[in-house]
């Protein structure tokens, strides 16, 4: 086994190993920094296969784009740093179904394929205005649509973000501010002062 192929190994596991992860934890917040570093090993592949541009491109986009307004969401939401409820048994079925549905589709297409080393092995010597070009051409090869579904990606989860944190309190609920004790009466209740100045009791 070569270096290369040790590399390889050791990349596939920790992306493996962290996307796990981010399905499996019961925090949120964590879930999100799990799914960061998988995306920063699928980076290290692209950098493995010697196509510095797409690993960039992965690294901005997802890691610096995508992963950052799904951390920032969780931050406006009221509840991030706190744990998930455990999913009914139903859902865990349907998602171990899933996974094992991939993994049977993956090996089929894989095994009909049949990957052969080519020879002589030609190193990737694209230039980024080749790929820049391809990117935003019209015609039957290129890939604008997909360029413009990544750009309303992007679009739809900052609209996301300001309506999380524009979101109103509805009408009938107050909403409790936490502030210190401003002291206690002679009963032992403890007083403190909500939102709206009214002043409330809370047992101690």
Known sequence: ?????????????????????????????????????????????YFWMQVEFVAAVQIIVYVGGVVVLIIFSIFLTQQSGSEMPKPPLKRILFSLLAVLFGFAFSYRIIYEYGFTPAIPAKPFTVPVSAIGEQMLDTRQYGFVLPFEVVSMLLLAAMIGCIVIAMKTVPKGKTVQKHIPPIGTNGSGKLITESKDLQVEEKTT
């Open 1 to 45: 086994m070569t270096a290369s192929q040790i590399i390889f190994y050791l990349i596939s596991a920790f992306v493996l190993g962290t996307a796990v992860l981010a399905v499996t934890t019961q925090k949120i917040f964590r879930s999100a920094i799990w799914l960061l570093f998988s995306l920063v090993g699928v980076a290290a592949w």
